[in-house]
Nanobody, 119 residues
Framework: QVQLVESGGGLVQPGGSLRLSCAASGSISSIGAMGWYRQAPGKQRELVAL???????KYADSVKGRFIISSDNAKNLMYLQMNGLKPEDTAVYYCNEFVNSGHSWGIYWGQGTQVIVSS
């Protein structure tokens, strides 16, 4: 069994910063691509950022230049540094990882962490 746990969400004023973390635990043989998604009220879940095993990154146009995805593969951790936050960044943020649990590859999701950008 693999578990992903996000942390670091909260309430922040426009222009502020937050750093989200995602910790993977359990039966992990290896981790492939990882990413952050978000879902705002009444909207579909959308991709925010992706990072490959080789460190290549991809961002949604709406967050380019403001958000940075990174990972610490030795510790099974992934981060999302969010700068210049805007009210439209308000959403529940989920981490997503492609994990080999020793038996097979599977896609795993965290439970989500709420980010509210408001003055």
């Amino acid at each position: 069994q693999v578990q992903l746990v996000e942390s670091g969400g909260g309430l922040v004023q426009p222009g502020g910063s937050l750093r989200l973390s995602c910790a993977a635990s359990g039966s992990i043989s290896s981790i492939g691509a990882m990413g952050w998604y978000r879902q705002a009220p009444g909207k579909q879940r959308e991709l925010v950022a992706l990072i490959s095993t080789g460190g290549s990154t991809k961002y949604a146009d709406s967050v380019k230049g403001r958000f940075i995805i990174s990972s610490d593969n030795a510790k099974n951790l992934m981060y999302l540094q969010m700068n210049g936050l805007k009210p439209e960044d308000t959403a529940v943020y989920y981490c997503n990882e492609f994990v080999n649990s020793g038996h097979s590859w599977g896609i795993y999701w965290g439970q989500g962490t709420q980010v509210i950008v408001s003055s």
